[in-house]
């Protein structure tokens, strides 16, 4: 069954958890103030983390997005992520150990060859997706820099990603159209809520 909590059954004791995980250039920050600003308009006390890792291009990239009726830490700890949402599969498998037992794993199926890989002194792991899915997370793969490059430009995956993510959120469809009107910048908006729809159908 997909991931969903009701409104009505969360506390401040009953947080939402997500981390959004993926590599400098893909939009993670912007991810997150998507998911924040659709938070906040409903109402929810929201804390997101500082960026871990590496911000420029092509390093890894996570930000921490809580939210519910008080929220006191912006860190989702170990093994207690509701939703992980990575943009590319290797960091998928970065931050699997994040996500509850019955979590939901929604992951762009892209590769992007960390510096060992390219020099030639590790490989990329195979089969990314299937292992999630055994290890007990429910998975919802994605070619998604595929469908954003349909819409115009393939690094609005991330509002793709976003797209399928809110099927499994209890907030309406407005508030997300509402937040992406607000975040992104104008000449991007069109595209990006195109991407957006694009995933709702996922």
């Known amino acids: 069954m997909p991931f969903k909590r009701q409104v009505k059954t969360m506390t401040k004791d009953n ?10 250039g893909q939009g993670t920050v912007l991810a997150s103030k998507i998911l924040g600003e659709v938070a906040k308009s409903a109402g929810y006390d929201v804390k997101q983390s500082e ?32 939703v992980i949402m990575a943009f590319e599969e290797l960091e998928a498998m970065r931050y699997l150990p994040y996500l509850k037992k ?6 762009n199926q892209q590769q992007m060859l960390p510096m060992p890989v390219i020099a030639g002194n590790a490989q ?4 990314i997706v299937e292992e999630a899915g055994a290890m007990g997370a429910q998975v919802k793969a994605s070619a998604a820099s595929a469908l954003a490059l349909e819409q115009g430009d393939a690094r609005a995956a991330n509002v793709v990603l976003l797209g399928i993510l809110s099927r499994h959120l209890e907030f309406p469809e407005d508030r997300w159209l509402d937040a992406i009107r607000k975040t ?11 991407a957006f729809e694009v995933g709702r159908r996922q």
């Open 102 to 107: 019955d979590g939901l794993l929604i992951v």
């Open 124 to 127: 990329y792991p195979k089969d």
């Open 15 to 24: 947080p939402v958890n997500i981390l959004i995980a993926g590599v400098g």
């Open 184 to 194: 992104v910048k104008d000449k991007l908006v069109d595209m990006n809520l195109r």
């Open 51 to 82: 960026i871990h890792g590496m911000s420029q291009r092509g390093g890894s990239v996570v930000t921490h997005v809580r939210y519910g009726q008080k929220i006191y830490s912006p860190l989702v700890a170990a093994g207690n992520a509701d």
